[in-house]
């Protein structure tokens, strides 16, 4: 037992170390890839559940990696958080987006984009201003953005998050929050928040309808968020069976393979010619 008990020791401490490594190889190449432009930003349609209807798209951020090839965003946004570039992942992808909108709609295209945002970056104390200086330097309009936030980021400080971001939703950029129903909030506080969107997460859409627990969780999130006046966005829609049963349900819009990967800015721009509502 005893050396069972060691050997679980060096296992666990090369285990640690071995974490420590690959955080320091990540943040001195992420430090690089952020100088390099190695960065992309990869547009998902967002859709209308109803009649398909792409509507937009969240951009999600990929690292075309010299070596590794596309390497995506659970690979490296939590060390960026851990080691203070966020923020300038953060910027970069904001920048990236606003120029994107900004050629759309030289090509007389609006699709609205969702943008990720972290804790740390909404809690810069000129995020608000960060954001309305991108879009009118690119002449973009506020109502073509979005901004995510996670469930529990949003929950963190409720106050402060209602603060920061009211002048942006007064501004008419959309607020939503990410993965709706992870994280455990007091729902009398989530509607003092200036959020328009709640973002049902992955987790219970894909067991909508095999499990009867999801099933439940949807079902509830979906009729609250009507009678409080919230849009839905279902993520991670794969089937049919799951886009019939959301629609029963009331929800508004989906994202998810059923309608479209993360796919190349030229790519997005060619769906979203094809179908978007004239
Ligand atoms: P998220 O915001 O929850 O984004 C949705 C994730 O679900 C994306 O993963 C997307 O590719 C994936 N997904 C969408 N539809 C489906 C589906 O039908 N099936 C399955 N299996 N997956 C689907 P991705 O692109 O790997 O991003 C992971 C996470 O990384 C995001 O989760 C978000 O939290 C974070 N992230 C991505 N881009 C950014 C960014 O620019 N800034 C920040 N702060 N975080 C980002
Ligand atoms: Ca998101
Ligand atoms: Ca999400
Ligand atoms: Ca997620």
Same mark, same amino acid.
């Given at each position: 037992?005893?050396? &069972?008990?060691?050997?679980?020791?060096?296992?666990?401490?090369?285990?640690?170390?071995?974490?420590?490594?690959?955080?320091?190889?990540?943040?001195?190449?992420?430090?690089?890839?952020?100088?390099?432009?190695?960065?992309? *930003?990869?547009?998902?349609?967002? %859709?209308?559940?109803?009649?398909?209807?792409?509507?937009?798209?969240?951009?999600?951020?990929?690292?075309?990696?010299?070596?590794?090839?596309?390497?995506?965003?659970?690979?490296?946004?939590?060390?960026?958080?851990? %080691?203070?570039?966020?923020?300038?992942?953060?910027?970069?992808?904001?920048?990236? %987006?606003?120029?994107?909108?900004?050629?759309?709609?030289?090509?007389?295209?609006?699709?609205? %984009?969702?943008?990720?945002?972290?804790?740390?970056?909404? #809690?810069?104390?000129?995020?608000?201003?960060?954001?309305?200086?991108?879009?009118?330097?690119?002449? *973009?309009?506020?109502?073509?953005? &979005?901004?995510?936030?996670?469930?529990?980021?949003?929950?963190? $400080?409720?106050?402060?998050?209602?603060?920061?971001?009211?002048?942006?939703?007064?501004?008419?950029?959309?607020?939503?929050? $990410?993965?709706?129903?992870?994280?455990?909030?007091?729902?009398?506080?989530?509607?003092?928040?200036?959020?328009? *969107?709640?973002?049902?997460?992955?987790?219970?859409?894909?067991?909508? =309808?095999?499990?009867?627990?999801?099933?439940?969780?949807?079902?509830?999130?979906?009729?609250?968020? &009507?009678?409080?006046?919230?849009?839905? =966005?279902?993520?991670? *829609?794969?089937?049919?069976?799951?886009?019939?049963?959301?629609?029963? /349900?009331?929800?508004?819009?989906?994202?998810? /393979?059923?309608?479209?990967?993360? #796919?190349?800015?030229?790519?997005?721009?060619?769906?979203?010619?094809?179908?978007?509502?004239?």
């Amino acid at each position: 037992a005893r050396s &069972q008990g060691s050997g679980h020791f060096c296992f666990a401490r090369s285990d640690l170390a071995a974490r420590a490594d690959r955080r320091l190889a990540i943040e001195q190449e992420l430090r690089l890839a952020l100088e390099r432009n190695e960065l992309v *930003v990869f547009y998902q349609p967002q %859709v209308d559940l109803r009649d398909g209807a792409f509507i937009g798209a969240e951009a999600l951020v990929r690292w075309i990696h010299p070596s590794r090839g596309l390497v995506g965003p659970m690979e490296f946004i939590d060390v960026a958080e851990d %080691v203070g570039l966020i923020d300038q992942l953060g910027s970069y992808v904001l920048q990236s %987006v606003a120029a994107q909108l900004a050629a759309w709609g030289r090509k007389g295209l609006y699709p609205k %984009v969702a943008v990720n945002v972290s804790a740390s970056q909404c #809690m810069q104390p000129d995020f608000c201003s960060g954001i309305f200086d991108v879009l009118s330097k690119s002449g *973009v309009p506020t109502t073509s953005l &979005q901004i995510e936030l996670t469930e529990s980021v949003a929950m963190r $400080d409720p106050v402060r998050t209602a603060r920061e971001l009211a002048p942006l939703r007064a501004a008419g950029v959309r607020l939503a929050i $990410d993965d709706f129903g992870t994280g455990y909030s007091n729902l009398a506080t989530i509607t003092r928040l200036p959020f328009d *969107v709640l973002k049902i997460d992955r987790s219970f859409v894909s067991e909508c =309808v095999r499990d009867g627990a999801s099933r439940v969780v949807v079902a509830t999130i979906l009729s609250m968020a &009507q009678n409080l006046g919230y849009q839905t =966005v279902a993520e991670g *829609v794969e089937t049919e069976l799951q886009r019939e049963f959301l629609l029963r /349900y009331g929800c508004t819009f989906a994202q998810g /393979y059923l309608f479209g990967k993360p #796919m190349p800015a030229p790519e997005f721009e060619a769906a979203f010619i094809e179908q978007r509502r004239i």
